[in-house]
């Protein structure tokens, strides 16, 4: 699976970005996907992930209630909304796939990682 994210620029604080994951290769369908995020100086943390079929999510604490994770199995695509940003949104934004309808927010799950895109929200 090849994993390609886009989106991510300069947002001010209170500004709306959308982050997204095109997936190439395998069945994309059949795979949990998940958003991680690094900031600098900081270790990579999960932000949110999406079962297979799309029925199910899961968010970090952190962007409950303003980050929406959602999927296109027919695009091979899935998309990270992210609303209401916050200087400490600031990060290198990843998407992952784990070769499982479910997974967990651990990254030792996800088999395929996106190269990154980076998301500046200025205050």
């Known amino acids: 699976v090849q994993l390609q994210a886009s989106g991510g620029g300069l947002v001010q604080a209170g500004g709306s970005l959308r982050l997204s994951c095109a997936a190439s290769?395998?069945?994309?369908?059949?795979?949990?996907m998940g958003w991680f995020r690094q900031a600098p100086g900081k270790e990579r943390e999960f932000v949110g992930s999406?079962?297979?079929?799309?029925?199910?999510?899961y968010y970090a604490d952190s962007v409950k209630g303003r980050f929406t994770i959602s999927r296109d199995n027919a695009k091979n695509t899935a998309y990270l909304q992210m609303t209401n940003l916050k200087p400490e949104d600031t990060a290198v934004y990843y998407c992952?796939?784990?070769?499982?309808?479910?997974?967990?927010?651990?990254?030792?799950?996800?088999?395929?990682w996106g190269q990154g895109t980076l998301v500046t929200v200025s205050s």
């Open positions: 999406i079962t297979s079929r799309g029925s199910r999510t």
């Open positions: 290769g395998r069945t994309f369908s059949s795979y949990h």
């Open positions: 992952a796939v784990a070769e499982r309808p479910w997974a967990t927010g651990a990254e030792n799950e996800y088999g395929y």
